[in-house]
């Protein structure tokens, strides 16, 4: 392996290409100043990306390569060494921890490729209030607007003719009925203007999608290969890279040193696996935005294992999991295609249940790809994912010891899981369909351990998203979320990158 070092007398390194780094790295760039993003995953082979004339790409994992090119990373408390890395294009990693499980992605574009695309703002009340005293509903409230328009997010009302929402699916139900959606919710998909010809679009920015084809279901968790889904790799990095953006993918850092002596505060140790060479970069700002495992996990390995930062008191403290709790619900109706239309549904719940807490579900993306037999994927056409999500307490413990990472959550003790649990069994007893949930809750919406706060004694971050005692390293992804939002984060933790990327100010 050799060595390169690089140094630049006016780079912002961001470490990570999901809603905190991509939004960052790209609002920083447009406003003059010199940015390295910094990713460990690939550019995915999309009709976007390759209409922004990206060479290398690596596609979505689709028949026999769901065996082989889902997994990224397997880890967890219990694993000799922490975890094994399974294959470095892989697009997902799961972390089995004590009391809640992991499961978060890796590519150019981080989370944006395997979610949802539900855009919704915090459902608990004064979200932002009472953490610092620079911080507020108000001062947030225009970075969730920027995003919302950014992403091009669209409501999803009737007249749009969206397939199988919940709303028509259970309309006939004698127990169930359609949630009633959160207040302003929007989506990110490019919806079709005709529902039965789909077709292919050119922006005024010369970026192609296909509008979302509603018998695919092609724009799942699996990833949108035509472009349907709202990703940041086109929607924030490619206008960015026109203004000098430098996106250096397959790229993982393994190190971050503060430097006392010498012209920059921090180096970057990464190892680029396109030559899996070991690659340095120094610059005076690092902005951390792996995600909350990856973020974490960073943090501690430096300060605990390497000794090259120190401090950070709070490190590891209130880790949430937004109350995500997720099961396969085999509803196994005659008939039934649960693929059809968009990716996620719309809510659901019990009829006459005012206490409801919010459930949301849809068809399993891209069945027909699976390597498996036709009986088999026909049966999960018929089923369906459930997923129940509500404000958690955000009391886990993250630590590390002797180099492994341990995640403790005493998921007991946050009430939305039992009414979660109890919202499962009662479907299930009315319906008849089974509901298979893990005892130990999975999130997709892991958060906080690195969180905002007023100091060093009650946070890790401060109002400008900066570690109090690490000056110069900022956190901008869903590990600084002070608070469970309670609903789906995405655009929270985009708003928080919005933020801290405006207090830099134009170069
Ligand atoms: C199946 C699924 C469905 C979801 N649906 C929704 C939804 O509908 N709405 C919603 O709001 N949220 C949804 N989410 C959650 C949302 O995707 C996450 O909350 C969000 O992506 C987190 O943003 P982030 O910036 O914290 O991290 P990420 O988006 O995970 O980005 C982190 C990036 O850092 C990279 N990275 C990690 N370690 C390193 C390293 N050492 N060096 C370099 N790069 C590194 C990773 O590869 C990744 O690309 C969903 C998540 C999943 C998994």
Not at 30 to 38: D, F
Not at 431 to 452: E, Q, S, W
Not at 457 to 465: E, L, Q, R, S
């Amino acid at each position: 392996m050799s060595l390169v070092t690089t140094s630049d007398s006016e780079k912002i390194i961001v470490i990570g290409s999901g809603f905190g780094g991509a939004i960052c790295a790209a609002r920083l760039a447009e406003a003059g100043h010199s940015v390295t993003v910094l990713e460990r995953g690939p550019w995915r082979d999309t009709v976007p990306v390759r209409s922004m004339g990206i060479k290398r790409r690596v596609a979505f994992p689709r028949g026999r390569k769901l065996f082989t090119e889902a997994l990224r990373n397997l880890g967890g408390n219990r694993f000799p060494g922490g975890g094994v890395r399974l294959n470095k294009k892989g697009l997902f990693e799961v972390f089995y921890g004590d009391g809640s499980h992991i499961a978060c992605s890796s590519s150019v574009g981080g989370g944006s490729h395997v979610y949802s695309a539900s855009h919704v703002r915090p459902l608990v009340d004064h979200y932002w209030e009472g953490h610092n005293p620079a911080i507020s509903d108000a001062v947030m409230s225009p970075h969730y607007d920027a995003v919302l328009e950014r992403m091009a997010s669209v409501t999803p009302t009737a007249d749009l003719g969206i397939p199988n929402t919940s709303a028509a699916r259970f309309r006939d139900s004698e127990h169930l009925e359609a949630a009633p959606p959160p207040p302003d919710p929007r989506l990110g998909y490019l919806l079709p203007k005709d529902p039965n010809k789909p077709g292919k679009v050119t922006g005024a920015d010369g970026i192609e999608r296909c509008e979302v084809d509603y018998s695919a279901n092609d724009d799942g968790f699996l990833g949108s290969p035509g472009g349907g889904k709202t990703t940041l790799d086109f929607a924030y990095l490619a206008p960015a890279m026109k203004a000098g953006l430098e996106v250096k993918d397959m790229c993982e850092v393994t190190a971050i040193v503060r430097q006392y002596y010498g012209d920059r505060r921090y180096r970057v140790e990464y190892t680029d696996h396109h030559n899996n060479s070991k690659c340095l970069l120094e610059a005076d700002h690092v902005v951390l935005a792996a995600g909350t495992l990856n973020t974490l996990r960073l943090l501690f390995h430096c300060r605990d294992t390497l000794g090259t930062l120190a401090g950070m008191p709070q490190l590891g403290k209130r880790y949430g999991t937004n109350g995500d709790h997720l099961g396969f619900w085999d509803y196994n109706e005659q008939g039934l295609n649960q693929t059809l239309g968009l990716p996620t549904t719309g809510g659901v719940k019990l009829k006459g249940d005012e206490n409801a807490p919010m459930l949301g579900g849809g068809g399993f993306p891209s069945v027909d790809s699976y390597p498996l037999p036709k009986r088999l994927r026909e049966r999960i056409k018929r089923a369906a994912f459930i997923a129940g999500l509500g404000e958690d307490n955000m009391n886990g413990v993250v630590t590390m010891r002797r180099g492994k990472l341990r995640i403790e959550y005493p998921h007991g003790t946050s009430s939305i899981f039992a009414r979660t649990r109890a919202a499962f069994h009662e479907i299930e007893k009315r319906t008849g369909k089974k509901i298979y949930a893990p005892r130990t809750p999975i999130t997709v919406h892991p958060t906080g351990g690195a969180c905002l706060g007023s100091s060093v004694d009650n946070g890790v971050v401060d109002a400008n998203g900066q570690i109090f005692d690490n000056p110069g390293l900022y956190v901008s992804d869903a590990s600084a979320l002070p608070r469970s939002p309670g609903g789906p984060p995405a655009i929270t933790i985009g708003a928080w990158a919005e933020h801290i990327a405006s207090q830099f100010g134009k170069h």
